[in-house]
């Protein structure tokens, strides 16, 4: 984490030093949204009903198992969803991108990746959402979409908006970039639909959401799994590519594993040195980071997929406001 980061979310100088900007920063913030609001700012509509799963915060906060347990949820009350993202990290050419099971992660993002091949689900990606969302509905008989992140993208109406939390790091120092960790103001919390906080807490503000980490696979034969409890014992590399690192971490010490932790920017595109650690003892790292490394993995490497587990009152209201 960077000093500007870290910063975020301790008392610091740096902080009272760019709260100007932070504050000014806002100010266009509110004004464009008020733009979208009041038509002066053309918005579009799209033909399905839309679900916006963000955050208000910069890093990761949890979105990517949201969305893949959203899926699952939908698909139990009879919709057939579909996802588009922006595709963050891809380096694709040309856009908008569908993602499929087999596709590259260095051409349409790790994180796309991971929820295609989670759900088998229809998934388009591009900066352009729109044009996203409408190749999507093309190709596929889709009659609800996700957009995984987008709560600033309001040239995209929607009809849900799902706002994620981080329970553990909350919202920082509570100001505005570049002071603090937000890109809207806290106050914008207060206009969604539903707030999901990672890991619960968050002052019993939303619903809580728990990631339950399953059986290890080995990242270069998904089919080859162990059991966490096979890896005590002895020393093992942890490996963590994401928003932050120290959840994924934190998951390995309360299993009772004995760490070596290794942090990556998020979104690393890894080569076969970063996961190299010059000794034959296991590698664990999250799915995000091993949808990127399958081909320049071997034995030692494992990941842990993780499960999104919300309480039932959750689906129940997200099925009545999706009803009215």
Same mark, same amino acid.
């Given at each position: 984490?960077?000093?500007?980061?870290?910063?975020?979310?301790?008392?610091?100088?740096?902080?009272?030093?760019?709260?100007?900007?932070?504050?000014?920063f806002?100010?266009?913030v509110? $004004?464009r949204?008020?733009?979208?609001r009041?038509g002066?700012?053309?918005?579009?509509?799209?033909?399905v009903p839309?679900?916006?799963?963000?955050?208000?915060? $910069?890093?990761?906060?949890?979105?990517t198992?949201?969305?893949?347990?959203l899926?699952?949820?939908?698909?139990t009350?009879?919709?057939t969803?579909g996802?588009i993202?922006r595709?963050?990290?891809g380096q694709?050419?040309?856009?908008?991108?569908?993602?499929?099971?087999?596709?590259?992660a260095?051409?349409?993002?790790? *994180?796309?990746?991971? &929820?295609?091949?989670?759900t088998?689900?229809p998934?388009?990606?591009?900066?352009?959402?729109?044009?996203?969302?409408?190749?999507?509905?093309?190709?596929?008989?889709?009659?609800?979409i996700?957009s995984?992140?987008?709560?600033?993208?309001?040239?995209?109406?929607?009809?849900?908006e799902?706002?994620v939390?981080?329970?553990?790091?909350n919202l920082?120092?509570?100001?505005?970039?570049?002071?603090?960790?937000l890109?809207?103001?806290?106050?914008?919390?207060?206009?969604?639909?539903? &707030?999901?906080?990672?890991?619960?807490?968050g002052?019993g503000?939303g619903?809580?959401?728990?990631?339950?980490?399953?059986s290890?696979?080995?990242?270069?034969?998904?089919?080859?799994?162990?059991l966490?409890d096979?890896?005590?014992?002895?020393r &093992?590399?942890?490996?963590?590519?994401i928003?932050?690192?120290?959840?994924?971490?934190?998951?390995?010490?309360?299993?009772g594993?004995?760490?070596?932790?290794?942090?990556?920017?998020?979104?690393?595109?890894?080569?076969?040195?970063? &996961?190299?650690?010059?000794?034959?003892?296991?590698?664990?790292?999250?799915?995000?980071d091993?949808?990127?490394?399958?081909?320049?993995?071997?034995?030692?490497?494992?990941?842990?997929p993780?499960?999104?587990?919300?309480?039932? *009152?959750?689906g129940?209201s997200?099925?009545?406001?999706? *009803?009215?």
């Amino acid at each position: 984490m960077s000093r500007l980061q870290d910063s975020w979310y301790h008392r610091s100088l740096i902080t009272w030093l760019l709260l100007p900007i932070s504050w000014l920063f806002c100010l266009l913030v509110l $004004v464009r949204r008020a733009f979208y609001r009041f038509g002066v700012l053309s918005s579009y509509q799209l033909p399905v009903p839309v679900i916006v799963v963000g955050n208000i915060s $910069v890093g990761g906060t949890g979105k990517t198992p949201l969305v893949i347990a959203l899926v699952e949820l939908l698909r139990t009350r009879g919709w057939t969803p579909g996802v588009i993202s922006r595709g963050y990290g891809g380096q694709a050419t040309e856009w908008p991108q569908p993602v499929h099971a087999n596709s590259a992660a260095r051409l349409i993002g790790d *994180e796309p990746l991971l &929820i295609a091949q989670r759900t088998g689900v229809p998934m388009v990606v591009g900066p352009d959402r729109i044009a996203a969302a409408h190749q999507l509905l093309t190709a596929n008989r889709v009659d609800i979409i996700i957009s995984d992140d987008g709560l600033q993208h309001y040239k995209m109406q929607r009809d849900v908006e799902i706002a994620v939390v981080d329970g553990a790091r909350n919202l920082g120092n509570g100001h505005c970039l570049p002071a603090g960790p937000l890109r809207e103001p806290r106050s914008r919390l207060g206009k969604v639909d539903f &707030i999901v906080v990672n890991g619960g807490g968050g002052g019993g503000e939303g619903f809580p959401m728990y990631l339950e980490p399953q059986s290890p696979r080995c990242v270069a034969d998904d089919q080859h799994m162990k059991l966490l409890d096979d890896f005590r014992g002895q020393r &093992i590399h942890a490996l963590a590519g994401i928003g932050n690192p120290q959840r994924f971490f934190q998951m390995l010490e309360r299993a009772g594993l004995e760490i070596t932790c290794h942090s990556f920017p998020d979104h690393h595109q890894y080569v076969a040195a970063d &996961i190299d650690f010059g000794d034959a003892a296991p590698v664990l790292m999250t799915e995000k980071d091993a949808v990127k490394c399958r081909s320049i993995s071997d034995g030692r490497h494992w990941y842990i997929p993780v499960t999104a587990r919300l309480p039932d *009152e959750f689906g129940q209201s997200l099925n009545n406001f999706l *009803e009215r």
